[in-house]
């Protein structure tokens, strides 16, 4: 089945640093995958996505370039702010309907 | 435009009992989808509902269950509740038109605890 790998965290930086937090992913066919995050008590909110190979999402200064060869969708930040601190999920979608499979979420907390 | 909208935001049962929780999606979408939310098992789907029928379904036993109204209003029922259904669920709805994907918005999630 499909599946989506990763890194572990916590992540902890100093602002204005440089963020990459890896993800990997196992599908059938070709899905579109995406980023979301979450903060402290909330939802998921949708940061970024990609629909086909080679495409770039971006979002808030956040970028994601779809890899189909590596099979990698690594989330990149140039300079990470404190309000930056979130939970971060890698997600795909295979098919129809709306079946989001998710990472285990990665844990930035970012820090003055 | 309204959000996505939880029913309760926190519950809190004992074992055995049963529970329904509700979501409330974005006034036009037609599409809403349930995930559970836990530290050990991270994010799983559970089902997603269109136009009042079921179109997509994860791996959980038969104690879930979901159903959607017409007006897209959505509920979902757990049976017999045991310690390990203590978790954040949260509630997606999107357009979804014609089985493809589009964006979906997360509710604020029901923190629901068996004890």
């Known amino acids: 089945g499909d599946s989506v790998t990763q890194m572990e965290g916590p992540v902890t930086l100093s602002e204005e640093a440089f963020l990459t937090i890896n993800c990997t992913y196992t599908?059938?066919?070709?899905?579109?995958l995406f980023w979301y995050v979450q903060y402290p008590g909330e939802g998921l909110q949708l940061l970024l996505k990609?629909?086909?190979?080679?495409d770039k999402g971006s979002n808030k200064g956040f970028e994601a370039t779809y890899r189909k060869e590596t099979t990698s969708f690594h989330l990149e930040k140039g300079s990470v702010q404190v309000s930056d601190s979130a939970v971060y999920f890698c997600?795909?979608?295979?098919?129809?309907?709306?079946?989001?499979?998710f990472g285990t979420g990665t844990q930035l907390k970012v820090e003055l | 435009k309204a959000g996505v909208t939880q029913t309760p935001r926190y519950l809190i049962k004992t074992r055995g009992q049963q529970v329904t929780l509700s979501c409330s999606p974005i006034?036009?979408?037609?599409?809403v989808s349930w995930y559970q939310q836990t530290p050990g098992q991270g994010l799983q789907f559970l089902f997603e509902?269109?136009?009042?029928?079921?179109?997509n379904k994860g791996n959980f036993p038969g104690r879930f269950s979901g159903r959607q109204f017409s007006n897209s209003r959505s509920e979902m029922n757990v049976s017999t509740l045991e310690l390990g259904d203590s978790a954040l669920y949260l509630c997606?709805?999107?357009?979804?038109?014609?089985?493809?994907?589009?964006?979906?918005?997360f509710g604020q999630g029901t923190r629901l605890t068996v004890v």
């Open positions: 997600a795909l979608i295979t098919g129809g309907g709306n079946k989001l499979t």
């Open positions: 997606a709805s999107s357009q979804g038109t014609g089985g493809l994907y589009t964006e979906a918005f």
């Open positions: 006034s036009g979408h037609r599409s």
């Open positions: 599908a059938t066919g070709y899905p579109s």
């Open positions: 990609a629909t086909k190979a080679d």
């Open positions: 509902y269109f136009s009042e029928t079921q179109r």
